[in-house]
């Protein structure tokens, strides 16, 4: 067990935040839906998705020096232990944002209210929440997800494309850098060029969500605030991305290999 290191954990459990943050953002648009106020509701869905962007590369130093406090000896299996590791974190993080659902979509609801109240101050909604008359009321709403939270969900609000897309593209971005860095113990002469492939795969992964996933939730929640469409659909589909996200994270542990293999083969041609 001398790969449980302390540095370790704490790299563990920023990635389980990270995680648990980006899985509690499908809450936002379901509970501007609820209020029907979509835009604030994007407002701090982007605050939370920065956030979660902030902590990613935070963590990403610290998830380097792993490497370079391996032992030489075995630094390949060394390291490829850990890095799992921190995968199955991102799991644990999906699952516990899973858990949380049901308790931050009441509050979310609650928070686009103030933010509307604050006339779009941020600092103003989070002065409101941190207090600790709305940290009372804000345990009144915790709640964990019952059987009871899938009913009226139907297969047929599903798409299986976008279900896939989501899926994948959460595994490229979940083992984008630690892919990277795993290229630079395969190929060690080409290893700053593989480590700095790292941004280009977060880049292209998170750009695609944008292109591919997020303006297909974002059109039925406005549909939903339009009456075009029902609140039930866009839940149906924001499970859906929920659970393609947490498969994506097992299928992570899949492709963390395979994606280190191609980076370190793909330097050969930059070099």
Same mark, same amino acid.
């Given at each position: ?20 943050i980006?899985?509690l ?33 935070m ?53 686009i ?38 009913k ?9 494309r976008?279900?896939? $897309? ?32 790292? +941004?280009?795969?977060? +880049? ?5 969500? $944008? ?47 395979? +994606? ?12």
């Open positions: 067990m001398e790969f449980l290191t302390e540095k370790l954990i704490v790299i563990a459990l920023f990635i389980f935040i990270i995680h648990s980006e899985t953002a499908y809450a936002v648009r379901l509970s501007g839906a609820r209020v029907k106020m979509i835009a604030s509701a994007l407002s701090l869905f982007n605050i939370m998705v920065m956030v979660s962007r902030l902590a990613n590369m963590q990403q130093p610290f998830t380097g020096s792993l490497i370079d406090t391996a032992p030489v000896h075995n630094a390949q299996e060394f390291v490829e232990t850990q890095f799992r590791i921190l995968i199955g974190a991102s799991t644990i993080g999906t699952v516990f944002g899973i858990l949380l659902l049901p308790t931050f979509i009441a509050l979310f609801s609650r928070a209210i103030y933010l509307s109240e604050e006339r779009g101050s941020v600092p103003s909604l989070f002065k409101r929440i941190v207090s600790l008359e709305y940290m009372k009321r804000g345990l009144k709403h915790v709640s964990l997800p019952r059987f009871t939270y899938l009226g969900t139907t297969l047929k609000d599903i798409p299986i976008l279900f896939f $897309v989501n899926m994948i593209i959460t595994a490229i971005y979940t083992i984008g850098v630690l892919s990277a860095l795993y290229a630079a113990l395969l190929a060690p002469e080409r290893s700053s060029t593989a480590i700095m492939a790292s +941004g280009l795969i977060n +880049g292209i992964a998170t750009i695609l969500l $944008v292109i591919f996933v997020d303006p297909k939730v974002s059109v039925v929640a406005d549909d939903v605030v339009n009456r075009r469409g029902s609140y039930q659909t866009l839940k149906n589909i924001s499970l859906l991305m929920i659970i393609s996200r947490l498969l994506g994270t097992l299928l992570a542990q899949l492709l963390f290999i395979p +994606g280190a293999k191609y980076i370190a083969w793909f330097t050969h041609f930059i070099v």
